[in-house]
């Protein structure tokens, strides 16, 4: 099981690029990396997907270095909309843990 | 295309009685996941079906708790009797596939049960 390791929250303004951080020392080989997002009262959402160097869609990008020990979760000029609840999974098929996630905040 | 449904949306029940809650996945789904979300804390994995059958259930108490997917569709999980520590909401997802890549997990709006 590997477990990750994440802030526990995280402030940020309107417009600014946000990078949230996620370690995860035993990461096993067959582990993708695989971040979600949680708004209040509803279920979590998939926001993006790696397995390594960088990953881009349309809402986020994903930096992970050669060792797969750590990446990062980069939002782009946040808005209010993604204040939000962040969960950085590392896990293939076997078992996964959401742990407590990072509180992000972004202010006007 | 419909997401995942589950029902109801919010269940109050007295200690020591029982509870059910329904899930229906994403048409063609075949895993499906049972969380339960303790506020402040992230979801914690109670069981993981594929098709219909358990793949994983090792955090579900299973002395009160039980699930089932019949059919290999919709799921039930029931909680018999139910504790005070077992206020929580309880997610349901489906994926199309566990391994990864793109075993993106698609999440329902969530069953919140409060035990008096």
């Known amino acids: 099981l590997a477990k990750t390791t994440q802030p526990i929250s995280m402030d940020s303004y309107e417009g600014q690029e946000v990078n949230i951080t996620c370690s995860h020392n035993?990461?096993?080989?067959?582990?993708?990396i695989t971040w979600y997002q949680q708004f209040p009262s509803q279920g979590p959402r998939f926001i993006i997907q790696?397995?390594?160097t960088k990953v881009t869609n349309e809402v986020a990008s994903l930096f992970i270095p050669a060792d797969r020990k750590s990446s990062t979760l980069s939002l782009p000029r946040v808005s209010l909309s993604d204040t939000a609840v962040y969960y950085c999974l590392a896990y293939n098929f076997n078992k996964f843990y959401f742990g407590s996630g990072t509180k992000l905040n972004v202010k006007p | 295309e419909a997401g995942v449904a589950q029902s109801p949306r919010y269940k109050i029940i007295e200690k020591r009685q029982s509870v059910a809650f329904w899930c229906n996945p994403i048409?063609?789904?075949?895993?499906l996941y049972w969380y339960q979300q303790i506020l402040g804390q992230g979801p914690k994995l109670l069981i993981q079906f594929q098709n219909n059958g358990v793949v994983d259930d090792s955090q579900l108490p299973k002395d009160r708790f039980s699930a089932e997917r019949l059919k290999g569709v919709d799921s039930t999980l029931k909680i018999q009797p139910a504790k005070l520590e077992d206020s929580a909401v309880y997610l349901c997802?489906?994926?199309?596939?566990?391994?990864?890549?793109?075993?993106?997990?698609?999440f329902g709006p969530g069953t919140r049960l409060t035990v008096l």
């Open positions: 048409s063609g789904h075949a895993t």
């Open positions: 997802a489906s994926s199309l596939v566990r391994e990864g890549p793109n075993n993106e997990q698609f």
């Open positions: 035993n990461i096993a080989t067959n582990d993708y």
């Open positions: 790696g397995y390594k």
